[in-house]
């Protein structure tokens, strides 16, 4: 009997309860130029998957921040750590995501940025894919 208690699954909170949930990629991006480009890549998926869900207000060594949908708050040197893209490249990238209008930049002095993801519900609509699935089988043309 004990054998089937350690197989008995131990309680799984929701992804929206942790904040783990899911981000939709279009394969609309597979057309960019981008695309080609696998650090550039890397680095938009990061920022997607990065980007909150939610308006909520961060703690930061200069107070709270208040970050919206779409948004959120890094460094450099952080997303160096995160991604394992060299400083320069992700630099460039950024000037260049910022140049085809895919994210805006806002500095806090030299510590950190607040990164908006530009059309964010457009990348991220508020409905989930089974509702949208769900839609979609009502009108199948």
């Known amino acids: 009997m004990s054998n089937v208690l350690a197989f008995r699954q131990k309680h799984v909170e929701t ?43 961060v703690e930061t060594h200069l107070g709270k921040i208040s970050i919206g949908r779409g948004q959120f708050i890094t460094g450099r040197p952080t997303l160096v750590d995160e991604t394992g893209i060299p400083d320069r490249r992700i630099r460039t990238l950024m000037e260049k995501f910022e140049r085809m209008g895919m994210i805006s930049s806002e500095p806090f002095g030299r510590s950190f940025s607040r990164i908006t993801v530009l059309k964010y519900d457009e990348y991220q609509p508020e409905n989930r894919p089974i509702k949208s699935q769900e839609k979609a089988n009502e009108n199948p043309q």
């Open 15 to 57: 992804p929206e309860a942790t904040g783990k949930g899911f981000a939709l990629i279009h394969r609309q991006f597979m057309d960019s130029r981008l695309y080609k480009d696998s650090q550039a890549v890397h680095l938009w998926f990061h920022f997607i998957m990065r980007a909150s869900h939610k308006a909520s207000l």
